[in-house]
């Protein structure tokens, strides 16, 4: 089952922003669990940073060879030596040449990568599973409406939030997000202890009747009123907080379950 707040980060590897707004975001992903936040990168190489496509093919390719957990090693290795692919830099460097310094850096990050490996999906021209990978992210940020990096998607919607954002002005956002999902998280299990526990000699089941939702200050008044009207002069039963039932005289109120059988 996956986080319950779902945070899509669009960056570009040779973006002066993007490497800004990486400190508040890594915070933010030590501070929550992963059953809370799940942030996700999605490469989005722009076409006025000369060398951004082959950033994210060797990116690609890494996590291809290497596995997923090496992504946020070669991330912050690229942001540390980001000014050595600017276009200014690499001005005078053909595709191939900067490919080159790509691998290098690459191997000196993980010495495990061999040259062979990286010669098959790093051609310098394409036409690789890695090129095809970075070709669909960048058409999946296109299909998400993305134009510039690092922009942001919070649980599928459009989220506005600047480059220099801290973690403290990411906390005001998640924070509350987070704080519903677990009180919606504590109501299901609390509706899933009165369905499952089980009362000797009687079964532990909801009867088939209505249940109540005390959503007002005045709520049980109302429900016991309610339940007294019924024919047999029912009796409130508040089995679950906030939750209601009426039980006939033959029953009695159990805690997480509701009215019972009295045997």
Not at 104 to 111: H, I, S
Not at 124 to 151: F, M
Not at 173 to 195: E, G, M, R, Y
Request: include cysteine.
């Amino acid at each position: 089952m996956g986080a319950g707040v779902q945070l899509e980060s669009y960056i570009d590897l040779l973006c002066p922003d993007s490497k800004s707004a990486y400190l508040g975001l890594k915070k933010l992903s030590e501070y929550y669990e992963g059953d809370e936040l799940c942030i996700r990168f999605v490469l989005f190489p722009l076409p006025y940073h000369q060398h951004a496509f082959n950033a994210a093919e060797a990116t690609f390719t890494i996590t291809t060879i290497l596995r997923d957990e090496s992504f946020t090693t070669w991330l912050e290795t690229m942001y540390a030596n980001q000014d050595r692919f600017w276009n200014k830099a690499t001005k005078d460097l053909s595709s191939m040449q900067v490919v080159e310094k790509l691998k290098k850096l690459a191997q000196k990050t993980f010495p495990s990568l061999t040259d062979k490996q990286w010669d098959e999906y790093m051609t310098g021209y394409g036409g690789t599973d890695v090129d095809n990978l970075a070709r669909e992210s960048w058409k999946y940020a296109c299909s998400r409406g993305i134009s510039g990096t690092p922009l942001y998607t919070l649980n599928g919607v459009p989220f506005k939030a600047d480059a220099d954002w801290t973690f403290e002005q990411w906390r005001e956002v998640i924070d509350p997000l987070v704080k519903f999902n677990q009180h919606t998280k504590k109501s299901q299990v609390d509706a899933q202890l009165w369905k499952n526990v089980h009362l000797s000699g009687s079964p532990r089941t909801l009867p088939d009747r209505t249940v109540l939702h005390l959503v007002r200050a005045d709520g049980w008044n109302i429900a016991e009123q309610a339940c007294k009207q019924n024919t047999g002069g029912e009796i409130a039963c508040e089995f679950a907080p906030g939750r209601v039932m009426c039980c006939k005289t033959d029953e009695v109120c159990i805690l997480r379950e509701g009215c019972v059988l009295l045997q």
